[in-house]
């Protein structure tokens, strides 16, 4: 062999070694998780928070931070009316093109009016006019909402049906939140969170472990599955892990059951890192098994009362503390929880899903403009 070959070989086999290093190189950088710096870089969506206060604080953290907004409407006393968050809902879409998208709901009050069901639809139909891409139901049904003959209306009451069999028609997503955290149902001493033990402490006319003569936690998620059985082909996202936060396992089998949910992980992060502390490797597995079906949410809410900076400042910090124990593997703590627990560190391809693109999917054409 000639050395002008020699050479060439050699030459050869030196470029395909360092194609095959630089190959595994850019492998292994696409399996490491996200870190702390990538946090302003990567394109996020918060699939659950409450933009009230007619004032761009949260929408300029939003931008800050790389997050656009999914704000959803309540029939809930301590927000402002159903008209008042809607009509600021209705403003940042038109001054944040594709930074935001909203959530409609409606009232219960008329329930026993015969015209009842059509003025939802009215109600609804104009809010989708506006730009509305989803529908609220919050746990005053099940839990507070009562006919009058006095008894509480259920989630799966017959009545629902036709405003449900609309949404399906028209394909809008149901946003559903029923019951509360298991917690509710068990005495303070037995709860796992801390912000759970503090706020029933302080609310116990919440607390249904004192109220047995109100339907159990298992009636509630039962009247829920219900109504997904009769509506198989609608759209649903079970807010707060669709109440099933105190457990993977029950989520799994949520998820089995009822292929077209997702659930999003708003104000329940607490109850993640309580069950990772125990079982990292169970969580994290669950988090990658259904990565298809989760959604990155928090339940920040902009009162209209509050502090504008401090505000902003708040929501920085929380999202900056969920990156950390979704994308690292470092040690923290949270006040939710006693003691310390790991970060997820999920892959790159899971955060991705869970922080962008499943909630494009859920809201088509919500955010297209960028
Ligand atoms: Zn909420």
Redesign the pocket.
Known sequence: MSNWFQHRRKKLLSGLLLSAVLLLAACTKEAEPYTMEDFAKVEKIDA?V?AHADHPAFLEQALADNFRLFT?N?DYPDFPPIEEQQRVAVKFLQEYPGRIAYSSTFHMAGWDDPAWQEQVIRHLDSAFAGGAIAVKVWKNIGMDFRDQAGNLVMIDDPKFDPIFAHLREKNILLVG?QGEPKNCWLPIEEMTVNNDKEYFKNHPQYHMYLHPEFPSYEDQMSARDRMLEKNQELRFMG?HLASLEWSVDELAKFLDRFPKAVVDL??RMGQVQYQSQRDREKVRSFFIKYQDRLLYAT?LTHAPDSDPEQFKQEVHEKWLTDWKYLNTAEMMSAPEVDGEFEGLALPKKVIDKMYRINAEKIFPGAFAAR
């Open positions: 659950h409450h959803i309540v939140h807010a708003a104000a339940d």
